[in-house]
C-alpha cells in the first residue's frame, strides 16, 4: 500500500511545491513508483515537471466526479513518476468544495482507487489553510513541512500544527508530521544559522537532518519543466534533494 505525504505549509514561498517535485523524483529514480498530486491550483508542480497548466482532466474533474483518478494520470519526464495535474478548473474548487457533503473526505476516496499501485504518493499544497488543504491533510498519512530560514520561520507554524492536530481528532488519525525541512538556507548569514538553531531547539525531533540550501539551480529547474536532479544532478541543490528523499524512505 502507498505512503501518501502531503507538503504542506500556509506561509508561501518557503519551497514545498520544488520540494514535492524533487523529492518525487528522487523517490522514482530510486525504483520506487511515485505518483505527485497537484493540490495547488496555480499548478506549479504540474508545469515544473513540463505538463501543461491546461491539462484535461485535472484533479478539478477527478474531485468533483467527471473523471477518474486513474484517467488523469500523466506521464511526465522522469521514469517511474507520474503526476495527477491539477487542471484549469481547480481555481474555483475552494468555493465549490465546501459545499459539497463530506467534502474533507473527497480527494482520499477519489485517489483510493490509485493509491495502491504506487509506493510513494506526494500532495503538493496550496499555500493555505483552505478547504483544498484539509482535503490533502485528511487524504495523506503523514505531512512534510517546509520551512524557510527566515527572520519570520517560526510564524505560522503553531497554528499549522493546531491545524494538523484538529484534522487528526476529528477526521484523520492516522495523520503524523514526518518531519520539518529547512529549506533556502544560507549556512554564511548569522540569520541563517540563528533560525535553523531556533528552529532545531523548538522542534528537536521533527526536523529533517538535511537541509536544502539556497541555489539558483534549484530555482532555475522548473523554466525548463524538470526537477533539479534532472536539470543540473550535480548542483547542491540536486544532492540535498536526494539526501532528504533517503531520509524520508528511513524514517518510513
Same mark, same amino acid.
Given at each position: 500500500?502507498?505512503?501518501?505525504?502531503?507538503?504542506?505549509? =500556509?506561509?508561501?514561498?518557503?519551497?514545498?511545491?520544488?520540494?514535492?517535485?524533487?523529492?518525487?523524483?528522487?523517490?522514482?529514480?530510486?525504483?520506487?513508483?511515485?505518483?505527485?498530486?497537484?493540490?495547488?491550483?496555480?499548478?506549479?508542480?504540474?508545469?515544473?515537471?513540463?505538463?501543461?497548466?491546461?491539462?484535461?482532466?485535472?484533479?478539478?474533474?477527478?474531485?468533483?466526479?467527471?473523471?477518474?483518478? =486513474?484517467?488523469?494520470?500523466?506521464?511526465?519526464?522522469?521514469?517511474?513518476? =507520474?503526476?495527477?495535474?491539477?487542471?484549469?478548473?481547480?481555481?474555483?474548487?475552494?468555493?465549490?468544495?465546501?459545499?459539497?457533503?463530506?467534502?474533507?473526505?473527497?480527494?482520499?476516496?477519489?485517489?483510493?482507487?490509485?493509491?495502491?499501485?504506487?509506493?510513494?504518493?506526494?500532495?503538493?499544497?496550496?499555500?493555505?489553510?483552505?478547504?483544498?488543504?484539509?482535503?490533502?491533510?485528511?487524504?495523506?498519512?503523514?505531512?512534510?513541512?517546509?520551512? =524557510?530560514?527566515?527572520?519570520?520561520?517560526?510564524?505560522?507554524?503553531?497554528?499549522?500544527?493546531?491545524?494538523?492536530?484538529?484534522?487528526?481528532?476529528?477526521?484523520?488519525?492516522?495523520?503524523?508530521?514526518?518531519?520539518?525541512?529547512?529549506?533556502?538556507?544560507?549556512?554564511?548569514?548569522?540569520?541563517?544559522?540563528?533560525?535553523?538553531?531556533?528552529?532545531?531547539?523548538?522542534?528537536?525531533?521533527?526536523?529533517?537532518?538535511?537541509?536544502?540550501?539556497?541555489?539558483?539551480?534549484?530555482?532555475?529547474?522548473?523554466?525548463?519543466?524538470?526537477?533539479?536532479?534532472?536539470?543540473?544532478?550535480?548542483?547542491?541543490?540536486?544532492?540535498?534533494?536526494?539526501?532528504?528523499?533517503?531520509?524520508?524512505?528511513?524514517?518510513?
Amino acid at each position: 500500500m502507498g505512503t501518501v505525504y502531503a507538503i504542506a505549509n =500556509q506561509k508561501g514561498g518557503v519551497g514545498k511545491t520544488t520540494t514535492a517535485v524533487n523529492v518525487a523524483a528522487c523517490i522514482a529514480e530510486a525504483g520506487y513508483g511515485t505518483l505527485l498530486v497537484d493540490v495547488d491550483p496555480q499548478a506549479n508542480a504540474t508545469v515544473g515537471l513540463g505538463v501543461a497548466r491546461t491539462q484535461f482532466p485535472g484533479l478539478y474533474e477527478v474531485l468533483t466526479g467527471e473523471a477518474r483518478a =486513474q484517467d488523469a494520470l500523466t506521464s511526465t519526464s522522469v521514469p517511474g513518476l =507520474q503526476i495527477l495535474p491539477a487542471g484549469a478548473g481547480l481555481a474555483g474548487a475552494n468555493v465549490e468544495l465546501p459545499r459539497m457533503e463530506g467534502f474533507e473526505q473527497r480527494l482520499r476516496e477519489s485517489l483510493a482507487p490509485v493509491v495502491d499501485s504506487f509506493a510513494y504518493v506526494l500532495l503538493d499544497c496550496p499555500p493555505s489553510l483552505g478547504p483544498l488543504t484539509v482535503s490533502a491533510l485528511v487524504a495523506a498519512d503523514r505531512v512534510i513541512v517546509p520551512v =524557510q530560514t527566515e527572520y519570520f520561520a517560526l510564524e505560522g507554524l503553531a497554528g499549522l500544527l493546531e491545524t494538523l492536530a484538529l484534522v487528526r481528532r476529528e477526521l484523520n488519525p492516522r495523520l503524523t508530521v514526518a518531519g520539518m525541512l529547512l529549506t533556502m538556507h544560507d549556512a554564511r548569514t548569522r540569520l541563517g544559522q540563528d533560525v535553523e538553531r531556533e528552529v532545531r531547539a523548538h522542534f528537536p525531533d521533527l526536523v529533517f537532518d538535511t537541509v536544502i540550501p539556497r541555489n539558483v539551480r534549484v530555482g532555475e529547474a522548473p523554466s525548463y519543466g524538470l526537477p533539479v536532479t534532472h536539470h543540473d544532478p550535480l548542483s547542491a541543490g540536486a544532492e540535498a534533494y536526494f539526501e532528504l528523499a533517503k531520509e524520508v524512505a528511513a524514517r518510513g
